[in-house]
């Protein structure tokens, strides 16, 4: 438990920032998986347009120190080599 008024503070604000990384990588796993669904369903345009939504969301993870900058390429790259094999 906290004992200085330091840590009480450095305590609330960890909570404050977990959430708000919570929030922010559900996001962006909502994001792949919307770009997912649409190239199971082969619907290429729905894709093309889901993963361009989804690279903004990708990148600003990995600049918040949310994921590594490499896993962001990881999943870019994937998904538009999904979308290029349909």
Same mark, same amino acid.
């Given at each position: 438990?906290?004992?200085?008024?330091?840590?009480?503070?450095?305590?609330? =604000?960890? +909570?404050?920032?977990?959430?708000?990384? $919570?929030?922010?990588?559900?996001?962006?796993?909502?994001?792949?998986?919307?770009?997912? $669904?649409?190239? +199971?369903?082969?619907?290429?345009?729905?894709?093309? =347009?889901?993963?361009? =939504? $989804?690279?903004?969301?990708?990148?600003?993870?990995?600049?918040?120190? !949310?994921?590594?900058?490499?896993?962001?390429?990881?999943?870019?790259?994937? !998904?538009? =080599?999904?979308?290029?094999?349909?």
């Amino acid at each position: 438990m906290a004992n200085s008024a330091q840590a009480i503070k450095r305590a609330r =604000q960890a +909570e404050i920032h977990r959430q708000r990384n $919570a929030s922010q990588r559900s996001n962006m796993r909502t994001t792949i998986k919307k770009v997912l $669904a649409s190239i +199971e369903a082969g619907d290429r345009d729905a894709a093309r =347009q889901a993963y361009d =939504q $989804a690279v903004p969301v990708i990148d600003r993870a990995a600049g918040k120190g !949310l994921i590594h900058a490499n896993k962001a390429a990881r999943h870019k790259s994937r !998904l538009n =080599q999904h979308i290029t094999k349909m």
